[in-house]
């Protein structure tokens, strides 16, 4: 499940966190609304790693916003 802490979007994995975005690629998401994984590239903070791993994930929160 995703989370916020201390200004970075989170995955909980076991008994961890895995920090995923800092605050400031999540207001890139927010004022971008990316509908597609290419779109996610364009935004500061967000790579191909992050895209490739955990994409589809982050576009089905902007959908179900």
């Given at each position: 499940?995703?989370?916020?802490?201390?200004?970075?979007?989170?995955?909980?994995?076991?008994?961890?966190?895995?920090?995923?975005?800092?605050?400031?690629?999540?207001?890139?998401?927010?004022?971008?609304?990316?509908?597609?994984?290419?779109?996610?590239?364009?935004?500061?903070?967000?790579?191909p790693?992050?895209?490739?791993?955990?994409?589809?994930?982050?576009?089905?929160?902007?959908?179900?916003r």
């Amino acid at each position: 499940p995703l989370g916020f802490m201390a200004g970075y979007l989170c995955l909980a994995i076991g008994n961890g966190l895995v920090w995923l975005l800092l605050g400031s690629a999540l207001i890139g998401i927010a004022n971008a609304q990316p509908t597609h994984l290419d779109e996610l590239l364009d935004i500061p903070g967000i790579g191909p790693k992050t895209a490739s791993e955990y994409g589809a994930e982050l576009l089905a929160l902007v959908r179900n916003r």
